[in-house]
């Protein structure tokens, strides 16, 4: 999935709302952010948790966010730009130039599971980490993400359209990649939402439009759109809507 300007802007709006804001919170406490700290964001999309990184950890610290994305780079670039201590790395997760055993905290947020080799992006990502520096991964169980409510063969197809993930369910299989990488202290914790309306700047609003585009561009009539989206209003107008999401913070110490 490419995260140009129109895909990347509604993310940067889904990353603002109250999901995205108490992912970041649920990261920032277990980061512990300490001054002069160097911590690095890999696929930091707009930059919301890089300022907020940055302005934890003094003027001598770094925040540090990459992405591959010129458009993602270049709009987190402008939100940071009256922090000093932030630079912003137009590269992949597995070719970040960087020096090695630097940095005291890797995070990723919902980006680990877009990466076709993800092996290699923890290999790469391990490299940068000092000893005993802290990993922190948030990815979403795609299986149990989704809108309750339309006919289900109708919200099954719109939902398997917008599955562009490589790894849909990648907090099961984390612990076992970072196991091998020789990292300890694996935890996860679960982050769970059950939203039943979808007011207009809502999480699920804005997953209803971009599923709405996704549905569109792989040639799905309008008329079956618009009919999911009617049976999705009619749900929520009837009280039998809901929408679920289920992301998992996994946190782990780097041994070397
Ligand atoms: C769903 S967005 C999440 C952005 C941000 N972490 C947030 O929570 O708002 C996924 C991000 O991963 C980036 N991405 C995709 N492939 C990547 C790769 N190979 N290495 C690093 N980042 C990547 C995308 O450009 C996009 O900005």
Not at 133 to 156: A, C, Q, R, Y
Request: glycine share 6%; proline share 4%; aromatic share 8%.
């Amino acid at each position: 999935m490419q995260f140009d300007n129109k895909i990347g802007s509604i993310q940067q709006i889904l990353t603002a709302t109250n999901v995205g804001v108490l992912r970041r919170q649920a990261i920032l406490k277990e980061l512990n952010l300490k001054k002069n700290q160097q911590i690095i964001d890999i696929g930091c999309g707009g930059g919301h948790l890089v300022e907020e990184i940055s302005m934890s950890i003094g003027p001598s610290g770094k925040a540090i966010g990459v992405d591959p994305s010129e458009f993602q780079i270049k709009t987190a670039k402008e939100r940071c730009k009256h922090l000093p201590n932030v630079q912003f790395l137009c590269s992949n997760a597995n070719d970040i130039n960087i020096e090695h055993n630097s940095c005291d905290a890797v995070t990723f947020t919902q980006t680990l599971e877009y990466i076709d080799n993800v092996d290699e992006a923890l290999f790469a990502a391990k490299k940068l980490q000092k000893p005993m520096s802290i990993f922190v991964n948030v990815s979403t169980l795609w299986d149990f993400f989704g809108f309750h409510g339309p006919e289900k063969e109708l919200n099954d197809m719109m939902h398997q359209i917008y599955r562009g993930q490589k790894h849909p369910m990648l907090p099961t299989q984390l612990n076992g990649k970072l196991e091998k990488l020789g990292y300890t202290n694996i935890k996860t914790q679960e982050i769970p939402f059950f939203i039943t309306n979808k007011d207009e700047n809502s999480f699920p609003k804005f997953h209803e439009i971009l599923m709405v585009n996704a549905a569109i561009k792989k040639g799905v009539s309008e008329d079956l759109v618009y009919k999911w989206q009617n049976q999705l209003h009619e749900a929520e107008k009837n009280g039998k809507f809901a929408f679920t999401v289920i992301s998992i913070l996994t946190s782990a110490f780097s041994n070397s």
